[in-house]
């Protein structure tokens, strides 16, 4: 049979993206469908505003800190409005750039919601398309639970816009995302309340870098009510909204907040004409190569199972891609993957928790420093730098590395190259450290923890 493409791909994100213009590139002929905006939640709605909103939180404390450096300055102030217009002329800017790489790429862009008709079909604004395979990359989208009042909050995808810039702001959720915000908007000037259910943030990191993180969050000022659950929010005369509790407190914020989760955006999809079947959680079951349980369709991102990075899905979309047309194989390694919690200070983390760690191996020693940065002796901050190495001592093999503390991020995505390529305790203790630089304290790290 022919068919009008190759390819079809529905979701322009950054997984579909890198999928469709490498198979392009193959000599595949495809198409690719988005209905929102180019670029996924990373570029609109999630990493990309994120991270500059993360910068602007942190000037704050610079405007602070330089007056131990000699910096005389008067009063600063912050306009709501103009981060928020910045914010938008530069996504609409990496926009073009989506559009410009699927045009040279040679993927035809069609506009609208795709939904799929049968296993070799999907239809796009009323015109159904035929394709040799459908890949769904369609990612997810916040989750806010039911429950009265719930029309009042807003989510990650609307914060970034709001109307007015809100002096109370209520955050729920535990969850990196939570805490990100937290911290952007206590930074911004916002009187913070974070509220979770469970009894420590961050669930899924290192406990040890949980348990600081938190005390630095509530150090900067953040509200952290942790083991209280939200009843009901009703909006008063004032506007204002009135957060009633469990426990039987009430909170008055200008604006809440709700960070509890993702859930793969599987809505008018067409998934019910196709054999295509869901995992318990809700998310598309594929195997090693990313197919579904019906032959021609292809998944793969944040609606799958896996780790929801946008750095995975870029992976994901290149294998794929060069499995189906170019005869490469279908491989990804997860193992070791760095990421960062852009919190303040951040996170960053590859390889295996001190949890894991001892769970797997019944020799692990861990190297840990904690320390004032030499910034800060100066700056008046009492922020303080985690950093901590889980070594195998019956091979020396680094199992993994945490660090909370200014720029952890950057730091570990070099990190990240060691770690990969199997690096042991022996290569960073002959590794000559940067100095002055936080950094080397990896390096120099030469007394293990006896506990």
């Keep these: 049979m022919q068919y009008d493409y190759d390819l079809f791909v529905i979701g322009a994100g950054s997984g579909g993206v890198r999928a469709s213009r490498m198979s392009a590139s193959y000599g595949a002929r495809v198409a690719i469908c988005e209905d929102l905006y180019l670029g996924g939640t990373c570029v609109n709605v999630g990493c990309v505003p994120k991270k500059l909103y993360v910068y602007a939180s942190e000037y704050s404390a610079h405007f602070n800190e330089s007056a131990g450096f000699g910096w005389q300055s008067g009063k600063a102030s912050f306009d709501w409005a103009t981060l928020r217009k910045n914010k938008s002329t530069e996504i609409s800017r990496l926009n073009g750039i989506y559009d410009g790489i699927l045009d040279r790429a040679n993927v035809d862009l069609k506009k609208g919601r795709g939904r799929i008709v049968d296993a070799h079909t999907v239809e796009v604004a009323g015109k159904q398309y035929t394709a040799e395979r459908i890949l769904l990359a369609v990612g997810g989208q916040p989750f806010i639970p039911d429950f009265q009042g719930n029309e009042y909050v807003v989510s990650s995808n609307e914060v970034f816009d709001l109307e007015a810039f809100p002096e109370r702001l209520v955050i729920v959720g535990g969850g990196y995302i939570s805490v990100e915000f937290a911290g952007i908007f206590n930074g911004l000037g916002s009187k913070v309340t974070q509220l979770h259910r469970g009894d420590h943030i961050l669930d899924g990191f290192d406990q040890e870098v949980r348990h600081f993180s938190m005390a630095e969050m509530i150090k900067k000022g953040i509200n952290l009510r942790l083991n209280t659950h939200v009843d009901s929010i009703e909006k008063q005369d004032d506007g204002s909204l009135r957060v009633n509790l469990k426990e039987g407190q009430e909170i008055i914020a200008d604006a809440v907040l709700y960070a509890t989760g993702r859930k793969p955006q599987l809505a008018n999809l067409g998934l019910e004409n196709?054999?295509?079947?869901?995992?318990?959680?809700?998310?598309?079951?594929?195997?090693?190569?990313?197919?579904?349980?019906?032959?021609?369709?292809?998944?793969?991102?944040?609606?799958?199972?896996?780790?929801?990075?946008?750095?995975?899905?870029?992976?994901?979309?290149?294998?794929?891609?060069?499995?189906?047309?170019?005869?490469?194989?279908?491989?990804?390694?997860?193992?070791?993957?760095?990421?960062?919690?852009?919190?303040?200070?951040?996170?960053?983390?590859?390889?295996?928790?001190?949890?894991?760690?001892?769970?797997?191996?019944?020799?692990?020693?861990?190297?840990?420093?904690?320390?004032?940065?030499?910034?800060?002796?100066?700056?008046?901050?009492?922020?303080?730098?985690?950093?901590?190495?889980?070594?195998?001592?019956?091979?020396?093999?680094?199992?993994?590395?945490?660090?909370?503390?200014?720029?952890?991020?950057?730091?570990?995505?070099?990190?990240?190259?060691?770690?990969?390529?199997?690096?042991?305790?022996?290569?960073?203790?002959?590794?000559?450290?940067?100095?002055?630089?936080?950094?080397?304290?990896?390096?120099?790290?030469?007394?293990?923890?006896?506990?």
Excluded: W
């Design 274 to 451: 196709v054999n295509v079947k869901l995992t318990a959680s809700g998310h598309v079951a594929v195997n090693d190569c990313f197919q579904t349980s019906e032959p021609s369709i292809y998944a793969l991102g944040d609606m799958t199972p896996g780790m929801a990075l946008t750095p995975v899905a870029l992976a994901e979309g290149m294998a794929l891609a060069k499995s189906l047309y170019n005869h490469e194989p279908c491989e990804i390694d997860y193992s070791n993957i760095a990421t960062t919690v852009f919190c303040q200070p951040n996170i960053g983390t590859v390889g295996m928790t001190e949890e894991q760690a001892r769970s797997k191996y019944p020799n692990v020693v861990k190297y840990r420093s904690e320390f004032r940065s030499m910034k800060h002796t100066i700056s008046g901050s009492q922020e303080r730098t985690l950093m901590k190495l889980l070594v195998d001592r019956d091979t020396d093999k680094v199992l993994g590395v945490h660090m909370v503390g200014a720029d952890a991020g950057e730091i570990m995505q070099g990190i990240a190259i060691a770690i990969k390529a199997g690096a042991s305790k022996a290569d960073f203790d002959a590794t000559v450290g940067i100095h002055p630089t936080a950094a080397e304290e990896f390096v120099t790290m030469r007394e293990a923890v006896i506990e």
